[in-house]
Nanobody, 128 residues
């Protein structure tokens, strides 16, 4: 059974940091790329970052480049999203998702339908 569980969300002031964790089970990171998405109230879900452990590649949406870092620990089947210099506009529910295949990682952030499995999300709130 595939399972994805996110954690690490919370309330932080602008300029603060959070580290989100995504623990996956039921599949191998060799076969699946992992992406982080977020959805703010009244907005569409958007891709934030993704990682391919097989090809050791990462990608980020422009709005978080230089502030967020995605990484993985395959021994723990866990992907992390370190978020620094947080802004109020980063406020959203953050979701972790798994995608079969590692091609076109950049494009995958725009193609939400390519992701097969999703977690329940974790709330991130950044106060101004």
């Amino acid at each position: 059974e595939v399972r994805i569980v996110e954690s690490g969300g919370g309330l932080v002031p602008a300029g603060g940091s959070l580290r989100l964790s995504c623990v996956a089970s039921g599949f191998s990171f060799d076969d699946y790329a992992i992406g982080w998405f977020r959805q703010a109230p009244g907005k569409d879900r958007e891709g934030v970052s993704a990682i391919s452990s097989r090809f050791e590649s990462t990608t980020y949406v422009d709005s978080v480049k230089g502030r967020f870092t995605i990484s993985s620990d395959n021994t723990k089947n866990t992907v992390y999203l370190q978020m620094n210099s947080l802004k109020p506009e980063d406020t959203a529910v953050y979701y972790c998702a798994a995608r079969s295949g590692h091609w076109n990682l950049d494009q995958s952030l725009s193609n939400i339908w390519e992701y097969d499995y999703w977690g329940q999300g974790t709330q991130v709130t950044v106060s101004s």
